[in-house]
């Protein structure tokens, strides 16, 4: 008899139906760590290898821009930057920001020239726990403030999320999503993502359920997502060699259509779009190149040159809309030489989560 049965109340310790359910999740618990799961990650960042890691679409640009750096710590990490830009639609053309991340804790501000305000907070309740706060602040816009928990289990993840939640009203408006990822076999991985939203008390909430999988094999990542609107999101990544990676992801969008005079029962209109992209990593610089359905090509170029300065550039051709842009940036970092050391060499540190 183990230490916990032995501080159970003699009701309880020597209770049949109690020794049963305790025995079966002891069996369960038993057979569920002979599999050897692994943590799937999360339903959020399910098609992280393909979207973050191949396709250039976070890190298009156009225009000039100009990044300096100034480290002052790598542990615990601190720095401040700033940013300018021109011939930039989404950048401003002056920005700021600090980044400051002892254990356990990342804290990481913004500011531009127009007095748009953007924070974030995270906080690490414990090696399997964290907490995600951000805030934006934008004059003549209206303010969003986030709340994310996420828990990483050994072969689960659950998170929880709320956009601009508020009960000042007399009720409960915003945004509430939460997502559940559990590994079923070494490979596959299953889960499913609710949403609740309502905007102001005189409109119904609105709730979407999604389903998800994902199968990792030896140098392969597929995924697919199911949403109740009629959404079918998919993707795959390889890895063709050790420096050389590719990904595609299809999206179909099944909605009713248009009948005759503009009424609806015209059937199922299908909607669809493929990107497909390559990441190519050499000694001293990465190029990603991006293809999609709509005849739109992009291709981004990242060199580093010497250690503090980083060259990027960036293309974008739409046949479609006949139309070209380019983007030119240098990235410089102000490091130290005992900075430089404690880093090897290899640029700016991690976050801490």
């Known amino acids: 008899m183990t230490l916990e049965e032995k501080s159970l109340p003699s009701a309880l310790r020597d209770n049949g139906l109690v020794n049963a359910l305790r025995d079966t999740y002891t069996t369960f618990t038993q057979r569920r760590e002979a599999l050897g799961l692994s943590n799937p990650g999360t339903v959020e960042r399910l098609k992280?290898?393909?979207?973050?890691?191949?396709?250039?679409?976070?890190?298009?640009?156009?225009?000039l821009k100009a990044d300096l750096t100034k480290p002052f710590s790598l542990s615990p990490l601190f720095q401040y930057s700033h940013a300018?830009?021109?011939?930039?639609?989404?950048?401003?053309?002056?920005?700021?920001?600090?980044?400051?991340?002892?254990?356990?804790?990342?804290?990481?501000?913004?500011?531009d020239n127009e007095g748009q305000l953007t924070a974030t907070l995270n906080y690490q309740l414990s090696k399997s726990l964290v907490t995600k706060t951000s805030a934006s602040i934008s004059p003549g816009?209206?303010?969003?403030?986030?709340?994310?928990?996420?828990?990483?289990?050994?072969?689960?993840?659950a998170s929880i999320k709320s956009i601009n939640p508020s009960v000042l009203d007399g009720g409960l408006n915003g945004l509430l999503v939460g997502s559940y990822l559990q590994s079923v076999t070494p490979g596959?991985?299953?889960?499913?993502?609710?949403?609740?939203?309502?905007?102001?008390?005189?409109q119904g909430p609105e709730t979407i359920l999604s389903y998800c999988a994902k199968y990792k094999g030896q140098d392969w990542i597929g995924t697919a997502q199911l949403t109740g609107q009629g959404l079918l999101?998919?993707?795959?990544?390889?890895?063709?060699?050790?420096?050389?990676?590719?990904?595609?992801?299809?999206n179909l969008h099944f909605a009713p259509g248009m009948g005759g005079g503009g009424l609806m029962g015209g059937g199922l209109r299908k909607e669809g779009s493929t990107t497909l992209g390559a990441k190519y990593d050499f000694k001293l610089s990465t190029f990603r190149a991006q293809l999609d359905s709509t005849g739109k090509v992009s291709c981004l170029l990242e060199k580093r040159l010497i250690m503090p300065?980083?060259?990027?550039?960036?293309?974008?051709?739409?046949?479609?809309?006949?139309?070209?842009?380019?983007?030119?940036?240098?990235?410089?970092?102000?490091?130290?030489?005992?900075?430089?050391?404690?880093?090897?060499?290899?640029?700016?540190?991690?976050v801490p989560f």
Do not use: C
């Open 48 to 63: 992280k290898e393909v979207d973050t890691d191949v396709f250039l679409t976070k890190y298009m640009f156009t225009g």
């Open 233 to 250: 999101s998919t993707s795959y990544w390889r890895r063709l060699t050790d420096k050389v990676d590719a990904g595609v992801d299809l």
């Open 141 to 157: 816009q209206q303010s969003m403030f986030q709340l994310d928990a996420d828990y990483s289990g050994k072969d689960f993840s």
């Open 84 to 111: 300018f830009a021109m011939g930039s639609q989404q950048m401003p053309p002056y920005g700021f920001s600090a980044m400051f991340g002892p254990k356990g804790i990342f804290m990481q501000g913004n500011i």
């Open 188 to 202: 596959l991985a299953l889960g499913v993502e609710a949403a609740w939203q309502r905007l102001t008390l005189g």
């Open 309 to 350: 300065m980083q060259l990027s550039f960036a293309a974008e051709l739409d046949h479609a809309k006949s139309s070209a842009k380019v983007g030119m940036a240098v990235s410089i970092e102000f490091q130290s030489e005992q900075l430089a050391r404690e880093g090897n060499g290899e640029g700016p540190a991690e």
